[in-house]
């Protein structure tokens, strides 16, 4: 599907939800070409639940689903454990113009694992948030100016007005399914993740393997986005920078991810 420009320019002059929302119009690529790498145990569908599946897609209205309509891919780590990175595919919903909520899979075709879900709330509503509340929350700016965090398969005018609202925001993320390691079950406690605020800290190979599955060059984003003011990192955010690498303790026998014996170094 091909935008014309007058869909596109008519994109960049409206506000932020509805920027967000023309991106699923504006371009129908970018969303079929990652496929899990979890193989769930479980029997095959049964005749009766296709038929119960095909049903409920007909009858059922499933608003909250259809509101996700813009798709980020970006990566993260484990708060306190950095050598633990992946892919995260982000499906997300603009509630208001201060305020998105992502649910985040490990790929971005029909059989992706749900991995877990991110708060995105703008520097206003982050900078009043408790202090220890903020230390849950991880910053965007190098995302955004680094060309790591892409919205696939958008013009780029219309990603780079995007990506110039996200630079200024600050995400909450947890993982319920740890897929780089539980390749059957969703086992274990939610693991909080952070994303990278340097150079030199994500795995350089991961994300050139995303860059070739997308079609996607991160150093040309890097460099389209220059002139994309960096906001200063407001304070509280990024707390694993500051020796405080929360995550919720083990509380069973399967394999936790961190927090790490030491804070991690910063580069």
């Known amino acids: 599907m091909h935008a014309s420009s007058a869909t596109v320019r008519a994109a960049l002059g409206a506000a932020f939800p509805a920027l967000l929302a023309a991106s699923v119009l504006l371009s129908g690529c970018g969303g079929s070409n990652t496929g899990s790498n979890v193989e769930a145990p479980g029997a095959d569908k049964a005749i009766g639940t296709r038929a119960l599946d095909s049903g409920a897609a007909a009858l059922q209205d499933r608003p909250p689903i259809d509101a996700l309509n813009a798709y ?15 892919e995260a595919h982000h499906y997300c919903a603009v509630l208001n113009e201060e305020l998105i909520q992502c649910v985040i899979y490990d790929g971005n075709m029909k059989d992706a694992k749900l991995m877990g879900v991110e708060y995105i709330v703008s520097e206003r509503l982050f900078r009043g ?5 903020k ?9 955004v100016k680094s060309g790591q965090l892409v919205a696939p398969g958008i013009p780029e005018p219309a990603e780079r007005a995007l990506m110039s609202k996200l ?15 539980e390749k059957t079950l969703p086992l274990g406690v939610p693991q909080l993740m952070m994303g ?21 060059d991160s150093q040309e984003r890097r ?3 220059e002139s994309i003011p960096a906001p200063a990192v407001a304070e509280g955010a990024d707390s694993w920078q500051h020796g405080e690498a929360l995550q919720i303790p083990p509380l069973t026998g399967a394999p936790h991810h961190g927090p790490a014996a ?6």
């Open 129 to 133: 948030l408790p202090a220890e509340e």
């Open 72 to 86: 980020l891919d970006g990566f993260h780590f484990y708060s306190g454990a950095m050598q633990s990175q992946m």
């Open 223 to 225: 460099r389209s986005r």
């Open 167 to 181: 630079v200024n925001t600050y995400g909450k993320t947890w993982h319920t399914w740890h897929t780089d390691r």
């Open 135 to 143: 230390k849950l929350w991880h910053s965007h700016v190098h995302e």
């Open 196 to 216: 990278f605020t340097a150079d030199g800290q994500v795995d350089e190979a991961m994300v050139a393997a995303r860059n070739q599955r997308l079609g996607i």
């Open 262 to 267: 030491a804070p991690a170094r910063v580069p």
